[in-house]
């Protein structure tokens, strides 16, 4: 079958390579029928996640149909359509118990990496490094998913795959971002990054209730995507000092919540960017904060920080007496997935919630290496690359439906 494979810092190749088999009786092979490239896939794309190997399968947003199913597997048959979870749960953990499905205890074969680096295990996620279980992704024709009856969800009829796609990841990921901010009426809630995570925090923000939602970030087009879409207030912080703004926005309190969707490559301005662009090159820092700095700063006193940009590792200068002083509540992490699908599944089927409108690139699965530097470089206003890898030819064009309803 073809496959997205990673082969070093931007090298990113479609290669042949061996079809999935069943390995454990709760597993399914899923025939892809769309995926997406992710933000957090271009972490792995300029190499700044470890334990990657070449020719690892990327990908963890993904949705199909199941076409073999193993032995232990009761909810599902072969033809059903289904949305794939991005992390991998066994259901039976405490973790999973209590809802805290992306840290289940037993679904990373490898969860010593994480436990060395930082002081636990975590579960396991398709297509993201060995240290999160070395799992092949779902940019390919099909994938192995572990778990099945735990993990998967049917897709009803008449939903097409690509409005549900989106409920892999990043929906839940923008959800989960909103619902950390216990959002009361008259709420404002301010989001870093107009990119399709904060797009999604955004509007689930006011979906959950928040008055006022303002959206920062430095590309005009997503800022004007993060004001249509999502009837938010936008700052470009290349052109103003987005503390001082959003002190002046709100009556000089400061916002009640603060998103952080960028996460460990946010671009800083003047010396703060270049502080944190040298030290990330050199290997001094892991991440740059210049972001979660920002935040931290505007937030109100008492106010609440959620932060589900990625990190990877250290970072230098954060702000730790300000989150003290000002008594912040930090809630941060991979999405629990399987906690919010269901309710969004029912805003999708209700009309009430249409993430597909934030698609602007659908490629076959061949252009994969294309799209890559296309999203890393925000050309072509690209916002949200979904692949096809049962498309054949030419590349797709935008606006087209590139699956069946079902």
């Known amino acids: 079958m073809r496959a997205v494979c990673w082969h070093g810092k931007h090298d990113v190749r479609v290669d042949e390579v061996a079809d999935p088999q069943i390995v454990s009786k709760g597993d399914v092979i899923v025939k892809v029928a769309l995926t997406c490239i992710c933000g957090s896939d ?201 503390a001082e703004a959003l002190q002046n926005m709100t009556g000089g309190r400061g916002p009640d919540s603060c998103i952080d969707a960028v996460g460990l490559e946010a671009v800083g301005t003047g010396i703060e960017g270049i502080y944190d662009s040298v030290k990330q090159t050199l290997r001094l820092e892991n991440d740059r904060a210049s972001a979660l700095r920002q935040l931290t700063k505007a937030c109100r006193k008492g106010g609440t920080l959620s932060i589900v940009g990625v990190y990877s590792g250290f970072i230098d200068k954060f702000p730790m007496g300000a989150i003290f002083a000002k008594g912040l509540t930090l809630h941060a992490g991979q999405a629990h997935v399987h906690k919010y699908l269901p309710h969004l599944l029912k805003l999708v089927q209700e009309q009430q919630l249409n993430p597909s409108s934030i698609i602007t690139h659908r490629l076959p699965l061949e252009e994969a290496p294309r799209g890559y530097k296309t999203f890393l470089n925000k050309q072509d206003a690209c916002i949200k690359i979904v692949l096809n890898p049962q498309a054949q030819g030419a590349a797709a064009t935008p606006g087209s439906e590139q699956a069946s309803a079902g």
Not at 144 to 154: M, N, S, T, W, Y
Request: aromatic letters at 10%.
């Open 42 to 242: 271009l972490h792995l794309y300029n190499g700044y996640v470890p334990t990657m190997k070449k020719g690892d399968i990327l990908g963890h947003e993904f949705v199909g149909e199941v076409v073999e199913a193993g032995s232990g597997v009761t909810r599902f048959h072969v033809g059903d359509r289904v949305i794939v979870p991005f992390p991998i749960s066994c259901g039976v953990c405490w973790y999973c118990k209590h809802e805290l499905w992306s840290l289940c205890d037993n679904s990373n074969p490898n969860s010593w990496m994480l436990e060395h680096l930082y002081g636990d295990t975590g579960g396991g996620i398709f297509g993201y490094s060995h240290m999160y279980g070395g799992f092949s992704g779902g940019q390919a024709e099909y994938v192995r998913v572990p778990f099945a009856d735990v993990g998967l969800e049917k897709i009803p009829d008449g939903i097409p795959y690509e409005q549900v796609v989106l409920l892999t990841d990043i929906c839940p990921t923008g959800y989960q971002a909103a619902d950390n901010c216990n959002i009361n009426p008259g709420d404002t809630v301010a989001v870093w990054g107009c990119g399709p995570v904060g797009l999604m925090a955004m509007m689930s923000a006011r979906h959950l209730g928040a008055e006022r939602v303002i959206g920062i970030d430095r590309f005009p087009d997503r800022l004007q995507m993060a004001h249509s879409q999502c009837q938010a207030e936008v700052l470009n912080y290349e052109e103003v000092d987005v």
